[in-house]
């Protein structure tokens, strides 16, 4: 079965550095998104993506963040200058639009800023 | 922010057993809801979902309920299973969109 993946599986990073974490959706998948869980908090969706924009972002996707589709495969996320509280799991997801059909997620990267 | 509630942080069952987990919601524009399943180091796994328009959705051992007039939601699982054991998301969304609202989650214990 196709899956989502996502690389590194855990990035360890310094406060105030840039990071990118990269996610290969299903191949015939339209929509992606981003989710993050900080610890023992609850999974909170960040971004949706499609047709190469940005369709939805929550309030915690601020200008510290972006997201790209540099190619035909990767889905980025990248965060300019981390924060503390930036330490999560980050989960991409995809789907292929069709009758509500669910997410796919991917396994998620531990990020955690120092 | 507490529009997706799952007040029970664990379960413990037997194998053979049904579980039942529970979830409510508050935000009644809510119109489609998914329980996702959840083992260590990976994600979220889609399980079984529900629009508003129904109130029962069935997928093998698989069953949610939906009770709109109460905003609650329920899984049913039967017979339990040792593998079943994993913690189970509940989330709600709006429209034909994907920006789910996660619950906290329900750490489930299927004990052989």
């Known amino acids: 079965e196709p899956e989502v993946t996502q690389t590194p599986s855990h990035q360890v990073t310094q406060m105030g550095q840039e990071v990118i974490l990269r996610c290969v959706p299903i191949?015939?998948?339209?929509?992606f998104y981003w989710y993050r869980q900080i610890l023992g908090q609850k999974v909170e969706f960040l971004v949706s993506f499609y047709n190469n924009e940005i369709s939805e972002k929550s309030e915690i996707f601020d200008d510290q963040f972006s997201v790209e589709r540099p190619d035909g495969s990767n889905f980025t996320l990248k965060i300019r200058s981390t924060k503390l509280e930036d330490s999560a799991m980050y989960f991409c997801?995809?789907?292929?639009?069709?009758?509500?059909?669910?997410?796919?997620f991917g396994n998620g990267t531990r990020l955690t800023v120092t | 922010d507490q529009q997706v509630k799952q007040n029970s942080p664990s379960l413990s069952v037997q194998e053979g057993r049904i579980s039942i987990l529970n979830c409510d919601y508050t935000n009644s524009m809510f119109d489609y809801f998914l329980w996702y399943k959840k083992y260590p180091a990976e994600g979220p796994t889609f399980l079984i979902s529900?629009?508003?328009?129904?109130d029962k959705n069935e997928d093998g051992r698989f069953t949610v309920f939906l009770n709109k007039s109460a905003k609650h939601l329920s899984l049913h699982i039967v017979p339990s299973q040792p593998g079943d054991s994993a913690v189970y998301f509940c989330a709600a969304s709006v429209g034909s969109n994907y920006k789910l609202t996660f619950g906290k989650g329900t750490l489930l214990t299927v004990n052989p």
């Open positions: 191949s015939n998948h339209l929509y």
């Open positions: 997801a995809s789907s292929n639009g069709g009758a509500r059909g669910a997410l796919h």
């Open positions: 529900i629009s508003s328009i129904k």
